[in-house]
Each structure stands twice: as structure tokens, then as C-alpha cells.
């Protein structure tokens, strides 16, 4: 489905929303691992690095955030360090958190991931699922009382800590109906009955599944869940995410509508569906449909699928995605910023990148053997591509003959490529320097001595590798072949 012709995504910024939901830390401690421990049959991680993002429903306010929305939020922390850090994070994000209630002898949900030599070797859970107290539920209740009638939409998300209690949900649903105001819920839980009155819910298939009884092998049986779902649980629609099959929506009358999935390669689902959610109440709150929001949502978590670790779609991924044709992919065309947090998270998760850099103006078989050769050395393929004006320093006047947006476009294409960034001639270095990448690759045309960017790439333990080239092509030969036969005979 089309989103329509007038939508623009800068409508975002007008859009307020209320986050009601767990909110949690992420933590992610990677080490190596060299011996076990003499005390016990267990390894012993050697800390590399430690990372803390904000997970749960923070992670759907950090979705919202990055593309422009105005968030306030309603959830229950630990009165120590850790609840402290998770509200220091939220503030951060310029999100209110005057809903935020801290709750003495409460932890603050904390999840810590112990990761080496690319695997989770454990997770520490510190929380509790304990019902919040009746004096926080009545705070929780009077911020809800103030915030709603300001925002457009209420998104809940329910990671089954204890906040969200079919009481607290019948307090939001009698609110947002007096207000006028659209509930969407991702739940948690076999009872979907828990969210009667919510105006959207959104289980992935598996809770479906489990929820509804009905054991879903093929369209017709996730059409009999979706339905006994909807018919069971008292909310007004029901969206079925299912990975890398889409999304299915469900509205009482009609026929389910489905939408398949917009991702070119699933690298992590981790937080799609804190993506969903918050982009399906952000196209809500913008002025879509259902249905609508449910393509654009669709296509944000596309984008995210396609990233490692738990992230977020900027506005700027999703404009690209929005402009690409019915079967196209998704943009693999970076800024250095967007590169700068994609490489640190692909290093942090012992990915191997392989980066080669060049004009490629006109494409030929030495140029593709390049990028598979390359491929095949590591995990993560990024193409650094001169700008026009770059390719007109180094080869005339008269080049380059295809514009950097189309050879963007071209190399995008191609399956050996998974990102390409466009530079300037003196930014080279500093593209090498952010991407880090562990193999810089360059025909064996060249001198390995002189490859732009060696020198720092072995500083910090990388390596040059030459791509043995044994045609003898080139673009500027191809270009003047073209010249010579186009010339009239004499």
C-alpha cells in the first residue's frame, strides 16, 4: 500500500505520543575468552568494552525520538544507581519523565549480556514482576489523567513487569475513549482478554499462537488465529507480525490485509517490535490509516531488521526506504554518522569489515570481481565511493559520465554490497578511521605501499589486501572505445 502523496515525514515533529510500559536497561559486556576458571568449570571473560542502551519501553521512546516525535512517559524504576542512569537516559533523549514513578524496595529492570568470541555466554536479570504498589498505581494513574488529553496517541508496551495490570488498562482505555484518543498495545501473556478496549494490538506469531490455541503452519491457519484473537480479546483490530513474512491486519468485517516484508537481509530482530509499535502510533498520529501506519510501520521495521543489536530507523533511513519502488530494497546508501554507529556495533558483535574505496564510474567485470572477492573476506562489504567532483580531480574534466547518486544506485544493486558512503577527496581518512575496518581492500593493479589509508589501517592491527586483477579493463578504456566507434567515418 501507498502512504499518500501529500504525507511528509516532517509531520512527525507535530506528533505527541505516551509511552506506558516496562522500562529496563540493556547492558552488554564483550570479552574474550582465553581459559577457564580454576575455581569452576566456567569460562573467564576478559571486559573489552560495556554498553548500557535503554530497553523495553524505552527502547519504543527511543524509536520515537529518532524520528522527530514528542514523547512523554508513564513507567516504575528502583530508587537506586541503576533507576537513576535509566531516567539520566530518558532525560537525554528530551522525553518527560515526570510519569515516571520511582518505587522504593523495587529494582529498576536491568539486563546484562555477557558476550565473547561472538557468543552470549550469559544474562543476568535483575527485576521483579511483582504488581506495582497501590501508591504508585495512583500515581501512575493521576500523570495519565494529566498527560492524555495532551498527546495524540498511547502506546503500551508490556514486558510483563508488573506495571501493566488489566486494571491500569482499563484506567487507560476509559481515559483515551473520553479523550478521543487511539490505544495500541503490544502485549504479553497468553490472556489477550487483558487488553479489552485497546484500539490495536499487536502480537507477534508466535504469541498469536499461543494466545489464540490455533497452531499456525500456513495463511489459512493465521487467519483462524488472527480471528479467533480479535473475536476473543475485546480490541478493536489486531496486527500479526511474522518476521520475514510481514505483517498481517486483522479488522472486524473484512478480509485480513497482508503486507510482506521489506527487508533485503535480516541481520538482528532484537527490538522490531518496539519499531512497530512506535512508528505505527507515530503514522497514526500523523494523520494515516490503520492500514496505512501498518505499511509504514512495515517498512521501518524492514530497516531495523537489517541492522545489528537492538536499534532504531532514523527519519532520513526511512525517507529513502519510503522513495524506493515496489521491489526495490532498502537504501544501503549511509551518511558517516549513520556508518560511525552501525561499524562500532558490527565491531562490538565481532563482525569482520572489509571496505574498498574508488570512482567506479561505469561498472565492468574487474569492478564486480573486486566487491565478491572482497565479500568473501569477511562479514560486512562498505564501498566508498568519490564524489563527483573527487572523480573529476583524478580523471578529467569530462568524468565522471554517471552522477555518484546513480552509481549509488548501481552498487546498491549488487549482492556482494551491503553499504556504500560517498566521500570527498580529502575525507578518505577519515571514512577509514570511522568504519575501522579490519580489511581494506584494491586491485593488485596498485602498489600496496601506495594505498590511500594503509598506514592507519595497519596502526590500529587492519590489513591491506590486493584483489589479484588479471583483465585488463578499465572504465576510462571502455569510455574511449565508446568515443572511437561513435566517431563517423572518414
Known sequence: MNLPLDFDLKNFDKCRLLVVGDLMIDEYVWGDVDRISPEAPVPVVAVNSEDFTLGGSGNVVNNLVALGADVSVLGVVGTGRNGQQLLNKLSDLGSNTEGVIQEAGRPTTKKTRIIAEHQQVL?????????????????????????????????????????????????????????????????????????????LLTPNKKEACLASGVEIINEESLASAGNVLLENSGTDNLLITCGKQGMVYFEPGHRPFTISTKAREVYDVSGAGDTVIAVLGLGIAAGLSYKEAVALANTAAGIVVGKVGTATATRRELGRALQQTADSTVSKHKSIKELAELSRKL???????????????????????????????????????????????????????????????ILSALDSVDYVIVFATNELDDVIKTIRPDVLTKGSDYDSEKVAGRKIVENYGGRVELVPITEEISSS?????????SKPDK
Open 123 to 199: 544474562r543476568i536479570d535483575r527485576e521483579s514482576k511483582k504488581n506495582i504498589a497501590a501508591k504508585t498505581f495512583a500515581a501512575i494513574s493521576a500523570s495519565a489523567e494529566k498527560l492524555i488529553p495532551e498527546v495524540d496517541v498511547i502506546l503500551v508496551s508490556d514486558y510483563g513487569k508488573g506495571l501493566i495490570t488489566r486494571d491500569l488498562i482499563v484506567k487507560l482505555v476509559s481515559l483515551a475513549k473520553a479523550n478521543g484518543k487511539i490505544t495500541i498495545a503490544d502485549p504479553k501473556g497468553l490472556n489477550f482478554s487483558k487488553y479489552a478496549g485497546i484500539s
Open 347 to 409: 565491531h562490538n558483535d565481532r563482525k569482520r569489515i572489509v571496505l574498498t574505496n574508488g570512482c567506479f564510474d561505469l561498472l565492468h567485470t574487474g569492478h564486480i570481481k573486486l566487491f565478491a572477492a572482497s565479500k568473501r573476506l569477511g562479514d560486512v562489504m562498505i564501498v566508498a565511493l568519490d564524489d563527483d567532483d573527487s572523480v573529476r580531480r583524478l580523471k578529467g574534466a569530462n568524468r565522471p559520465v554517471i552522477s555518484a547518486a546513480e552509481r549509488v544506485g
Open 477 to 485: 578504456q571502455i569510455i574511449n572505445n565508446i568515443k572511437n566507434k
